[in-house]
Structure formats: structure tokens, C-alpha cells
């Protein structure tokens, strides 16, 4: 039989390069997933917390510190850790650890009857949740390569913004019909199934080091890590801006759904949905179009990987300034989507360039010391610094609204950090700095 009209029968090597892309797309899927309920069990608090609030009689600092610190700290401090394990052992083994152990404790949160135990939970959940990102990291790397590596960050990215639209959505549904604790432990039960998939998954083959990249130990590859940050001026100022970046998204994160109900007075279903649709969604569309965008105008000039974070952020600052200072509920609701569409664009572009300028060896260490101070001072500060303000600065009914107008100016460093990052990419490619150099 001859082939058909549109082309030659494929070849075994034509055939082999499909199942290939078809086996990598497969993984960056199931990663998205777990990355997607690392978010669902990470965000489900903060529609959560006014019932909370009610139930367990708490102040907002205390849920400023269940939204940061408590959680935020050691999810900070088990990712180096876990990341050297990551750079030396099964990768996919460890992801299918963490994603049990914080599905398991999640639920635990539901069954919590105090401040201190649901602390202790929410504690154990960072543990678990620091073991998923890093190891994920590394292996989209090794299955994309440079010049696709933004685009295939920015969908595993997405993943956080269809673990926001769950944790909305189903946190905020659940909640309303039977109470926060079932939302706990409905969020918490998938992962456990999820693990059961991710065990399946092929282990990508290590990407080549560089030839002049040396053998590393455990602690010999952190300080190497660690040096091969100190000497870029484009990665300290891109990891100075994503830190900032993360206090004000982190904080807005944890507080937008309280501030709804609160200034505009809507029930926890409608905000559940509506924040499930414009978190959810229209974030995971900015997060998507951030990659694709970086790598078509990185073609140009490796800059650009920087300068569309910067340029993304100076255009949304407008819009939630907007949100936050409007009274009329209609105006609120519609430019919050226009904040969030260009306030989700750092991701995928961000951990591209510092996956781009690292030796393979290093880069499951590279994001975690980068995951580290973006979530210590980002996802530990941000929520806890709100809750401060709200309830110690800017005291009475609206306290929360001018606790979030005030970090938006962290924004604007954070943007002035991603424009000299990209500054100083002196050269069109992005060749890694050496470890040795």
C-alpha cells in the first residue's frame, strides 16, 4: 500500500520523535496538576478565612501568620534542602512524597480546634509543599530546552492559577454549604490520588552539564549555586524583583476574598465563584500569554525575559490601584481582572532566565534558593505584613482596604529591579555565568 497523497509514511525515528513530545507533554501535564493542587491546598485558606475568623475567634494578625509565616517559613526553609535531594536523587520520588504528605495534612486542617493546631497543620503542609516545585523545576528543564523553556514554565505555572480557581470555587461552595472544615478535607483527598499517577511518571534524563561545570557535593553545589547567583547582577536583581513582586501578590492573595465581603459586602459563594473565574482563568491566560510573549521577544534580545515582567507590572499597577480605591462594586470587580491578567505574567519568564543562566546541575537549587526568599519574605511577610497594617496602622472598617493600597508600592521597586535585571544582558544569548569564574 502507498502513502497518501498529503505525504510520505512516517519514518521509525519520524514516529519515535512524536511518541517523544507526546511522552514530554504527558509529564508537563501531571506536573501542572501537582502544581495545581500544591496552590488548591496553598490558597484554600483565604477564601476560607472570615469563616474562620467567626469560628476559631482570631485577629487578623493571627490570620496574617496562618496565611504567612506559619506556613511560608518553613515551606522557605525545607526547599534547599529538598533541592539538593532533587539534584541527585529520583526527582519524581521525592514530588510523589511531598504531594501525599501535604494532601494527608490538609486534611488534617479540617479537623482543627484551635489557633495552635490548625497552625501545626498548616506547618506540616509547608513542609510537604516545599518538596514539589524544585524537583518540578528540574525536570521541565530537562524535557524542554532553551528558546521553548518559557513557554513550558509559564503552563506548568498555570498550574497555581487552576489550583487558585479550586481552592475559589470549590473552597468557597463547600464552605457555604456544609463549612470550612469539609473544605479542607475535599481539597486534601485528590492529591492523595494524584500520587498515585505521579508515581508512573518516567524520571527525564539529566541535561549535560557544562565542560567546565565541576562534580559537586551536596554542600559544594549550594555554595557554588549560591556564588554563581551573587556574580550575575541579571539574576540578583531579578530575584530582588520577584521577592518584592511576592510580598504584593502573596499579601493581595490572602486578603482580596476578605476584602470583598468585607468593603463590598458579597457572600462567600459569589466571591468563591467570581475569584475562581478571574484568578483561575483569566490568571492562567496571563501566565500562559507571559511565557509565549518572553519567548518570541526574547528572539530579539534575552533582555526581554526581564523587561516584559517590568512592563507587565507598570501596566497593571493602574488597574489594581483602581480596585482597591473604588467604592462602586461593578467598576472593582472589572478592573481587578485587568490586574490580575498582567500580574500573573512574571512567572514563566522569570524561572526561564534563571534556569537559562545556571548549569543544569544547579537549577533544582537555583529555584530553591530563589523559592526560598520569594516565599520567606514574600509568602511569609506579605499576608502577615497586610494583617499588621490592617489591624495596628490603619485601625477601623477600612483598615484592610489602605493595608493593601499601601504595599502596591513595593510593586513599582519590584518592576525597577526586572528593568535593570534585563539592563544588564549586555550580550543577545543568555551564556550562564560559571561557576568558577
Known sequence: MTAGRSGQTPTPSAAASAGAADRRRYVLVVLTLVGAFNHFDRHLLAILLERIKADLVLSDLQLGL????????????????????????NRRNIIVVALTVWSALTVACGVAQNFWQLALARFGVGIGEAGGTAPSHSMISDLYPEGRRAGAMAFYGAGANLGLFLAMIVGGTVAALFGWRWAFIVAGVPGLILALVVIRLPEPVREAGRADAPSLANLGLLRATLGTLRRDPCLRNVIAGTTLNAIVIYGMLAWVASYLIRVHDLSLQVVGIYMAIVLGLIGGVGTILGGIVADRL???????????????????????????????????????VGATMFGAVFLGPTFSILHDRVDSAMRPVASAITLFVVNLLGLGIGPVLVGALSDYVFPGG?????????????????????FLGGRALTGGTSRPVSASS
Open 298 to 336: 526574547a528572539r530579539r534580545h534575552r533582555r526581554w525575559y526581564c523587561w516584559v515582567v517590568a512592563a507587565a507590572i507598570l501596566v497593571g499597577k493602574p488597574f489594581m490601584l483602581v480596585f482597591l480605591v473604588t467604592d462602586v462594586t461593578t467598576l472593582a470587580l472589572i478592573v481587578f
Open 398 to 418: 477600612d483598615g484592610l482596604r489602605y493595608a493593601l493600597v499601601a504595599i502596591q508600592v513595593l510593586g513599582l521597586w519590584a518592576a525597577l529591579h526586572y
Open 66 to 89: 496562618l496565611s504567612g509565616v506559619v506556613f511560608g517559613g518553613v515551606y522557605a526553609i525545607m526547599g534547599i534542602p529538598i533541592s539538593l535531594l532533587a539534584a541527585r536523587r
